[in-house]
């Protein structure tokens, strides 16, 4: 798949509280699981703080495949130079509830993986998420994607994985 990944706007963070708000059964129970309450627009906007990204080390990026808005990452820059590392975290990847299924996800972490300095503008040495266990949409998708489950820094409910570049 060829995304197109954007910084996010105002109007993806508007979309993605429509996404939250329309979905309804399952998927709204899943939404409200992993990303809480608080509609994933505002969620996003108070991670990041700023869309500019000039004041904090969270960085959002929304992608688009065929012009429309199929899923958000918002990642962690951690740059300890004086250690050398450098790592990216996701810290949140939501596709689209009404295109989910699709390998969208996978597809979305193979493309991290792959383009993470054209897309972060960063070059991270690992790339690292936690997905909760009970996510099993996220953890197929991480496996797909080549990410290795590390079980030291796994916890209880969260699976912590990591893909080395």
């Known amino acids: 798949m060829n995304f197109d990944w954007r910084r996010t706007t105002e109007e993806d963070l508007q979309e993605f509280n429509k996404w939250h708000e329309s979905v309804k059964g399952t998927n ?12 994933l627009g505002e ?8 869309l ?17 808005l199929v899923g958000v990452v918002v990642a962690i820059i951690v ?4 250690f050398s590392h450098r790592e990216l975290r996701i810290h949140n990847l939501v596709v ?42 996220s953890n197929k998708a991480h496996q797909n994607a080549k990410f290795k489950i590390d079980k030291k820094l796994s ?4 699976n912590h994985f990591e893909h080395k570049l």
């Open 96 to 137: 689209n509830p009404f295109v989910q299924g699709k390998g969208i996800g996978t597809a979305i972490l193979f493309d991290v993986v792959k383009n993470c300095e054209q897309i972060f503008n960063f070059t991270p040495s690992k790339i690292t998420s936690s997905v909760a266990k009970s996510n099993i949409a």
């Open 52 to 68: 500019n990204c000039n004041n904090t080390s969270y960085r959002a990026r929304s992608i688009y495949y065929n012009n429309e």
């Open 79 to 82: 740059n300890k130079s004086r």
């Open 28 to 39: 709204k129970d899943n939404i409200t699981k992993y990303i809480g309450e608080k509609p």
């Open 155 to 158: 916890r209880k409910y969260n």
């Open 43 to 50: 969620n996003v906007l108070d991670l990041v703080q700023d």
